[in-house]
T-cell receptor, first 114, second 110 residues
């Protein structure tokens, strides 16, 4: 298994909803990442988990809450989002949290906040 | 803020042409430079460059890094319609963070 999977592919939610994005990889990678990508912009890093511990939070608002239940799973819990949070949310993983490894990206979840 | 600028922003060529995409940066303390291809959703990994002057090649694609002049190029020869995508370069500073460039949107006309 050499891919990163993300569910759901599309999500529409209201500003008062609570939802979760899920990311899974079975490549034995020990670093996992959440990125946010707005239209016609490059991906922007949100969070990094290294060995199931949160190592980087790029000053992301608390309405986004990451969780890494185990080395294969990464969740992003969403609550009270704003319309400007609508974007493509990409998950990635790499063998280890080091500069010598490339990151493998999932297909993303297209989120629309109404 | 670490800045990574790609040029051109957009490029339209005919099938069979050769293209050169540029990635320029302003910092020197990065560990590696990566190239990705993004079609509809997931960026897919192309190359990782760590040393200046060493070309990496994969089929019709090749890339090289010039640490003295602070840029990298991605060459695609004999382009095909399947090469149409956004090409992203990114710097890895060794702290697990990738800083992406602005991207080049490449369109190949049959």
């Amino acid at each position: 298994d050499t891919e990163v999977t993300q569910t759901p592919k599309h999500l529409v939610m209201g500003m008062t909803n609570k939802k979760s994005l899920k990311c899974e990889q079975h490549m034995g990678h020990r670093a996992m990442y959440w990125y946010k990508q707005k239209a016609k912009k490059p991906p922007e890093l949100m969070f990094v988990y290294s060995y199931e511990k949160l190592s980087i939070n790029e000053s992301v608002p608390s309405r986004f809450s990451p969780e890494c239940p185990n080395s294969s799973l990464l969740n992003l819990h969403l609550h009270a989002l704003q319309p400007e949070d609508s974007a493509l949310y990409l998950c990635a993983s790499s063998p280890a949290p080091a500069a010598s490894y490339e990151q493998y990206f999932g297909p993303g979840t297209r989120l629309t906040v109404t | 803020e670490d800045k990574v600028v790609q040029s051109p922003l957009s490029l339209v060529v005919h099938e069979g042409d050769t293209v050169t995409l540029n990635c320029s940066y302003e910092v020197t303390n990065f560990r590696s430079l990566l190239w990705y291809k993004q079609e509809k959703k997931a960026p897919t990994f192309l190359f990782m460059l760590t040393s200046s002057g060493i070309e990496k090649k994969s089929g019709r694609l090749s890339s090289i890094l010039d640490k003295k002049e602070l840029f990298s190029i991605l060459n695609i020869t004999a382009t095909q319609t399947g090469d149409s995508a956004i090409y992203l370069c990114a710097l890895n500073f060794g702290n697990e963070k990738l800083t992406f460039g602005t991207g080049t949107r490449l369109t190949i006309i049959p």
